[in-house]
């Protein structure tokens, strides 16, 4: 019997473990044109909570005791649809479940490229695709810049570092913790802040990048990103790519440096990574390529077992990963 | 003897009377290529506040003790330089004073046109090309956008509801007060947030915008940009002009809706109008045109003498004038 994770229900700021219920769905057959799947791999990522909310949002919110969703990569085990054969490595959105049946207009064949599956939901997915087209599209960075990217130990994060060193630029990464800062350093940040040390983020930024940055990389928001305006160069672009900080508490962001917008033009833009789909060909072509000569290193936090899912999800927000979260089924 | 504002003390907050000193000039003899200028016009303007800091910025802060600078439109009464005759009407930078001399590269003369010669300190002048480029420009601001301003009866303002209107576009201006309110309105705004009412911006935006907003024109940041943020749809650019809501305090802008610049993917770009200096020429025929066939209303608020100018910059920062804000010598 197939299981899933259901939203029990809706968080009032972090979630906590009874708000969601493991449930088993009901025997579904194949009809003309579906799959079913076996999940091997599960992702877990931040814009989830966001859809645990119940609002209007750039994706619906989860429905309270139906199986949740998100990505997955699995293997076909039984076929109804052309193209399809048992045994293919598949891509879908049908994850939070052991099992998928779904039809296979919505189920992507994963590239034959010499790289561990799951690194389809890591740096050859949504996240590596967020880090990719954030940095050098949203924020348009370019060689010579000086780059400042926060939550730089996360699947998003790690990616942008290393795009941003492979592309020629000085790399500021901000992580929590003296051993996720060494990593992100391993990586090939030129400094890392560690925003758990006690020190104002402002001052250390200061300190890491005496002559300020072009780019910022927005995992965060509130007080990393006020560091970014306070240490902003003219003409800075910064990608606003989530705002962790304010998922779960939903609190105002105070920022003290945000006039300097005017006097340093500074550029910035919130993006979706979806608005960049049309160009997932391309994009698996350039990072396939600097994954499979080490230009890239892959970095997994993998949890055992549908059951630690849950387990899995929180620990995005007390950082509990390095790299990309995954939960292997 | 020719008589000017110079700045006593840095404010800490809102600047006092007691912050300016009137001094007398020496006697200054015209050096090869200088020309002496009887100043008619002075203009005082928010950014001013910005350079009574001693902090660096886009404009350097003004010296202790020394005249002030800033727009001025004057009559040449003496001419050591090829080119300037006396009665020639003239533009430059040294206000706050009833007589400059300086050398006639630094001066312009203002071009032939049927319009009083204020407007080059106006509509003509930064307060219209900020206005012009700003919501042309910078936002991209397109026939059928919905556009909100902040500060809507101020020199900017009231010429980026004009401009919009002129262009095809929704706007709904805010301003402070019932007659100000109604005078946004006898411009064309479609309609006006009265800030002062008591009723919180976001929710008076959501009521004269319930489809939102396209483009935002900041000038005063604040709860302003937050009630923007919460209105903005998709891909909303907003120009960042002036926060003239923190110049004065210095305090953290507060923003609950920031998060929304990544589902709706917007833009927020700030800028000063020199950016725009090397077009000027085509801004004065269009904007000249548009003055000149009363597509664009002229609104000026003139305080009379020099002794008076302190008065007059103060009372920027609590509603005194509608239109522009103007000395006349």
Redesign the interface.
């Known amino acids: 019997m197939a299981r899933a994770w259901a939203l029990k229900s809706r968080p009032n700021g972090m979630p906590q473990h009874t708000d969601f219920a493991m449930i088993t769905l009901p025997d579904q057959p194949l009809a003309e044109g579906q799959v079913r799947i076996a999940n091997r791999w599960l992702s877990v990522d931040p814009y989830m909570r966001g859809r645990m909310n119940d609002v209007k949002?750039?994706v619906p919110p989860f429905v309270l005791g139906e199986p949740m969703q998100g990505g997955a990569i699995g293997e076909v085990v039984e076929s109804n649809a052309d193209g399809f054969a048992v045994g293919d490595m598949v891509q879908h959105m049908l994850g939070w479940r052991d099992e998928a049946v779904l039809p296979a207009t919505e189920v992507q064949k994963l590239p034959a490229l010499d790289v561990p599956v799951q690194a389809f939901l890591g740096q050859l997915g949504m996240p590596g695709m967020t880090a990719y087209f954030g940095l050098t599209e949203v924020a348009a960075a370019k060689s010579g810049d000086t780059v400042f990217v926060s939550a730089a130990a996360g699947a998003v994060g790690s990616t942008v570092v290393q795009i941003a060193k492979a592309r020629g630029m000085t790399v500021i990464g901000s992580a929590g913790g003296a051993e996720k800062c060494a990593w992100v350093k391993s990586l090939g940040a030129d400094a890392v802040i560690d925003y758990k040390s006690g020190v104002p983020i402002a001052k250390a930024l200061a300190e890491a990048a005496p002559k300020g940055i072009d780019v910022y990389f927005d995992n965060v928001?509130g007080e990393h990103l006020d560091a970014a305006l306070s240490a902003a160069r003219m003409h800075a672009r910064f990608a606003?790519?989530?705002?962790i900080d304010?998922?779960n508490s939903g609190a105002?962001?105070?920022?003290?440096y945000?006039?300097?917008?005017?006097?340093?033009?500074?550029?910035?833009?919130?993006?979706?990574v979806s608005?960049f789909f049309d160009r997932r060909d391309a994009f698996v072509r350039d990072m396939g390529a600097m994954l499979a000569s080490g230009t890239l290193k892959r970095e997994e936090t993998v949890i055992e077992g549908l059951n630690a899912m849950p387990d899995a999800f929180l620990g995005l927000f007390t950082g509990g990963n390095k790299g990309k979260m995954l939960v292997r089924v």
């Open positions: 949002s750039y928001g606003i790519c989530g705002m304010v998922y105002a962001t105070e920022l003290r945000l006039a300097r917008v005017i006097g340093n033009r500074i550029q910035i833009r919130g993006f979706i608005d």
